[in-house]
C-alpha cells in the first residue's frame, strides 16, 4: 500500500489557515452573554437535559440546594447495579458479555434458554462476509484500528439484504451481527496492520462459533491463539464495564443525533466508533498508556511525590505529554469521587500486577491518581472534584494480558457496540424529533463583492 503525495503546498497552508482565523475569532464574553451551553452544559456544569432513557443510569453527584454534592459513582445498566452484576456472574463462574448486550437492547436478564439462542446466534453472527477481510480490510489496511473499524462497519451496510429499514426487527438484527461481528473485524485489522505496517506476521484464526466474545478476542489476537480462562474471564468483565454509560456520552449522543435524521445502522455506528476515537472519550485509554510511558522515561524516581507532582504540573502547563494540557485517565464530566469502572480495574489491576511484574507501574498510577487533584487545584484555581476515570486503568489491565496498544480503544468500541445499538433502538422508537439544537449567527451581512474588486489579502475591504 502506498500512502498518497501531498499536493497542498505549504505557502498556500499558511495562506488558508491565516484566513480562516482572521474570520473566525469569537468573543470569549459572548458565550455568557447569549448563555450559550457549550458542550451542552449548564452553567453549573451538569449536562443539557435532551432526553429520556432506561439504559446506564451515571450518577456521580447528588444536587442539593442547587449546588453540586460530590458522592461515590454509581452505575447501574437498566436499573441493575453493574458491580451486582458482575458479582453475580462471578458466583455463577460465567462469562456475561453476551447476556449484557441483552439486558440492554431486549430490556430484561435472559433466562437460560433465551441467553443460549441468543449466544448460539451470535456464534453464527460471527462469520464475516466472503472475502470481505481480503476486500476490506487487507486491501486498505490502516494504522488506526479505529478508522478501520469505522470504515469496515460503513462497508457491511453493502453486505446486507436490507440494510435502511428502521424497525425493531430489523436495528435488532443488524445490532445482533455487529456484536458478534466486531471482535473479528478489530482483530483482522490488527492482523494486517501488522503485517503491513509493522513487517510482522499476521495470524488469521477463524473464530469459534462456541465461544463467547472474550474468548474469542483473546483466540484471534494471539498467535498461538491460546489463553486460560482467568483470562478470558478478566477481559469478559472489562467488556461488561464498558457496555454502557448514558445517552450523554460522546459517541451514544453521536448515536441518539445520527439516528434521529434517520439514517442507517451502519452509518449512525460508525459515527459512533469515529467519536470514540478522540482522546478525551474512549481514546484516551491509549494517551494514558503513553503518558505513562513517557513519565518513566522522565521521571527519576516513581516513587517520589515532588518529582511526580512537578511532572503532572508541566503536563497542565503544557511543556510535558501530548501538549494538550490534558493528564489523561483523569477527570469526568460527571463522577465526582470516583468512576466505579476505575474503581472495579484498579482492584482487578493490582493482583494481576504483582503476579506479572508490573508493581512498580501499579503505584506510579496509583500515585498519579492522588496527586492529580491538588495539582489541578493549584494551577487551576478549581476545588472541583476529580478521580480517575475507566480509561487510567484499562490500558494497564490490555497490556498485562499481552493485548496490543493498538487495541486499546477498539475494545472499548467492541464492548460499547451493544449500549450503542440500544441508543439508537430507543431513538428510533422513542425519540421523535430530530436533533437540531442552535448556534448563535454572529456574522454580519455583507454586500456580495465581485470577483475583480477583491484583493489578494486575508480581508476584502
Ligand atoms: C470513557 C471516557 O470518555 S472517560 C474520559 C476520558 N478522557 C480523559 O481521560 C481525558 C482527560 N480528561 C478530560 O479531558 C476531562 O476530564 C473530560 C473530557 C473527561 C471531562 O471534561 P469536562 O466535562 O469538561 O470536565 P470538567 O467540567 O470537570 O472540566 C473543567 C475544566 O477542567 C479541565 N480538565 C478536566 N479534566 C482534566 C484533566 N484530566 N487534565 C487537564 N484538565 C482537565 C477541563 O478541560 C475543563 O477546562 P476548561 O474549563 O478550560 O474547559
Ligand atoms: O460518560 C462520559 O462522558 C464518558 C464515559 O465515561 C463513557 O462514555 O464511558
Redesign the pocket.
Known sequence: MTIQPDYVKEELLHELSESFCMHNQLPPDLFTRYRIKRGLRNADGTGVLVGASHLGN?HGYILNEGEREPIEGRLTYRGYNVYDLIHGLEQENRFGFEEIGYLLMCGKLPSRRQLAEFQHTIGLERALPDNFTEDMIMRAPSRDIMNKLASATLALYSYDANPDETTVENIMRQGISLMAKFPVIISHAYQAKRRYFDNDSMFLHVPDPNRSTAENILHLIRPTGEFNDDEAKLLDRCLIL?AE??G?????FTVRVTSSSGTDTYSAIAAAVSSLKGPR??GANLRVVKQFEEMKENIHNWKDETEVGNYLRKILNKEAGDGSGLIYGMG???YTLS?P?AVALKKAARPLAEKTGYSDEMDLIELVEKLTPGVFAEIKGSDKPMCA??DMYSGFVYKMLGLPKSLYTPLFATA?IVGWMAHRLEEVTTGGKIIRPAYKPVAKNIEYVNIDERNDGPIND
Not at 450523554?248 to 451514544?252: A, C, D, E, F, L
Open positions: 451515571v464498558h454509560h448514558g450523554g456520552n460522546n459517541s451514544s472519550h474512549g469526568h464530566a460527571i468512576d469502572r476515570n475507566v460499547r
